[in-house]
């Protein structure tokens, strides 16, 4: 239901764009949302987006970094992510969540496969 792509290498200060494509039974008004899981470290969310009134939430940690956006058209959803940090290391996922608008992160209700993100000088 998910294909997550745009990971890669990049060093610090650096810019990614991750890219989920939503297909299969998830609808178009399901939150959708960005996690990572750093090496032993638990997943934690990042940002998500809803698919009704295009309300957004940000793990502090990004604010002011990452931008999340979704195209309704294409059944996809972006992270724009500057000024990476080694921190931001992580394999990010995208997930979704039964949820008409966001005003705190999302609890997904199923995941993508992930994409890997490496930090790295």
């Known amino acids: 239901q998910f294909v997550e792509s745009g990971g890669g290498l990049v060093q610090p200060g650096g810019s990614l764009r991750l890219s989920c494509e939503v297909s299969g039974f998830i609808p178009r008004y399901y939150s959708i949302a960005w996690f990572r899981q750093a090496p032993g470290k638990e997943r934690e969310g990042v940002s998500c987006?809803?698919?009704?009134?295009?309300?957004?939430a940000y793990a502090d940690s990004v604010k002011g970094r990452f931008t999340i956006s979704r195209d309704n058209a294409k059944n996809t959803v972006y992270l724009q992510m500057n000024r990476l940090k080694l921190e931001d290391t992580a394999v990010y996922y995208c997930?979704?969540?039964?949820?008409?608008?966001?005003?705190?992160?999302?609890?997904?209700?199923?995941w993508g496969q992930g994409t890997q993100v490496t930090v790295s000088s």
């Open positions: 987006i809803s698919g009704t009134d295009g309300s957004t």
């Open positions: 997930a979704a969540e039964a949820r008409l608008t966001v005003q705190t992160m999302c609890v997904p209700d199923y």
